[in-house]
């Protein structure tokens, strides 16, 4: 059975996973958004007249689809930070350090499973903070029209979900939700927090000094 998703709002932007019972396990991050071709494509097949479908068709397949790359930097209660992210092929491990993988890489968005990010809180002691975040490899100019929605799904099947919305011209990248423990709970907490090129060069640096991450960023590719 399915349950109904707990979706994180700016109204209700946090929720206890210790008050659901997600204290063990397996908690997997899904991203999922519209494929720009597809999008493309379907506004074509709503065209009226032949020409304009026609039109609209020759518009869709020159549509580059957009790259979007899901992330997590972690920093630990010893002190030590890494990052989980496909850019240098940093897919992690989920039974060994950091506890935290990406299953694989979509580039497109036209796989119906999306990114998938896999954090063991069998190790959540040794978490201090985890900061889920995406950005626009290549692509789309920004994450208006994509529809992106990240979901959390615990081994049992509990679901939180964080809508990227309110997309403002340019963002190409987005610290989505930050996991932390507050007041002795593990916490997970909307942030939605957009980053635009006038913030700086080198998005992951930019995100990292934003939240005192202390993270050291060298050029990479995937």
């Known amino acids: 059975m399915v349950s109904t998703p707990v979706v994180l709002t700016k109204t209700s932007p946090t929720v206890s996973l210790d008050k659901h019972g997600v ?6 991050v899904n991203l999922n958004w519209t494929s720009a071709q597809a999008a493309a494509q379907q506004k074509a097949g709503e065209a009226r007249g032949i020409f304009r479908r026609m039109r609209g068709q020759w518009q869709a397949a020159a549509v580059k689809d957009v790259d979007l790359d899901l992330g997590c930097m972690i920093r630990f209660s010893d002190g030590h930070k890494t990052v989980v992210q496909a850019l240098g092929n940093s897919f992690g491990s989920v039974n060994h350090f950091p506890y935290v993988a990406l299953d694989a ?4 968005g036209s796989l119906a499973t999306g990114e ?7 190790h959540q002691a040794e978490f201090s903070k985890l900061l889920l975040f995406v950005y626009i490899y290549e692509g789309s100019g920004d ?14 099947g509990d679901r939180f979900e964080v809508r990227l919305d309110e997309c403002p011209p340019q963002a190409h990248a987005c610290a989505i939700a930050l996991i932390k423990r507050q007041k002795g709970e593990l916490v997970v907490g909307r942030e939605v927090r957009w980053f635009t090129p006038k913030d700086g060069p080198g998005i992951q640096d930019v995100i990292s000094r934003a939240y005192r991450l202390g993270m050291k960023w060298t050029p990479g590719r995937k």
Not at 23 to 28: A, F, M, P
Not at 105 to 108: F, G, I, S, V, Y
Not at 145 to 150: F, K, N, P, T, Y
Request: glycine share 6%; net charge negative; no cysteine.
């Open 23 to 28: 204290t063990s396990g397996l908690i997997r």
């Open 143 to 156: 994450f208006r029209g994509l529809d992106a929605v990240v979901t959390l799904t615990s081994d049992r």
């Open 116 to 122: 998938n990010l896999v954090i063991n809180l069998d």
């Open 105 to 108: 890489d979509d580039r497109t």
